[in-house]
């Protein structure tokens, strides 16, 4: 599913979300990330159509990735997940930052250090969707999340940052989740990390996605001119 593909039929809607994951990385199995994008893509929510998206945990390769994907699909909304391994609740971001500092290589061996994701670039972007709005929908729904203010410095937040700079003169909302990991790899661990079921972790992505259309339709209709 890195790979592009066909736009899938958008179920009768005229719009589209975006919606991303990644490959599993640093010694894990699953990736739920990916598993979000693959389960939700085809389907409708908010009354856009779901195109899912996975992508290769990769400094080199993933923002044109993202990129050639965004002016492919051209999407109303672009919401991106990312699995943060020992959180334990939702985290929608608040801010990309043009620093990365690798933890540990990416699934191709680079580990960079000290490096911006775009040289010359601002120093952060903010999150263009209603991360308030989201983790009040969350809380509405019994899903534990929050508004985190890091997005750490690894392919997570390259990726927020280069889709936020290729968005900056458009009007397309772009939000970055943070996920728990699932069970399955939480229990590798000694001890075993804070997790939550991958139907969880599906439902709080529909939640989401739900929130951030049902703000945008508002703000939609408040722009609209009256009669």
Request: hydrophobic letters at 45%.
């Amino acid at each position: 599913m890195s790979e592009a593909r066909p736009v899938p039929e958008a179920s009768g809607t005229s719009h589209v979300t975006l919606v991303t994951g990644f490959d599993a990385y640093n010694g894990a199995e699953v990736n739920p990330s990916g598993e979000i994008a693959r389960a939700l893509d085809g389907t409708t929510i908010g009354g856009l159509g779901v195109v899912g998206r996975v992508f290769p945990v990769s400094a080199a390769r993933t923002p044109e990735l993202l990129r050639a994907a965004i002016d492919e699909v051209d999407p109303e909304v672009v919401l991106m997940f990312g699995v943060w391994p020992g959180r334990a609740v939702f985290s929608i971001e608040r801010v990309a930052v043009n620093v990365l500092d690798f933890p540990y290589p990416d699934n191709e061996g680079a580990q960079l250090v000290d490096a911006p994701v775009l040289e010359g670039g601002p120093a952060a972007y903010l999150s263009t969707v209603p991360v308030k709005a989201v983790v009040e929908a969350w809380r509405a729904a019994g899903i534990p999340g929050a508004v985190s203010e890091t997005a750490g410095t690894y392919l997570c937040n390259q990726s927020f940052y280069a889709v936020l700079d290729h968005t900056s003169s458009r009007d397309v909302p772009v939000g970055f989740v943070h996920i728990p990991t699932v069970p399955s790899e939480a229990s590798r661990k000694d001890p075993p990390q804070a997790s939550l079921p991958l139907t969880t972790l599906v439902e709080g992505a529909k939640v989401a996605l739900e929130a951030i259309a049902a703000t945008r339709r508002a703000e939609n209709r408040a722009a609209a001119p009256t009669t």
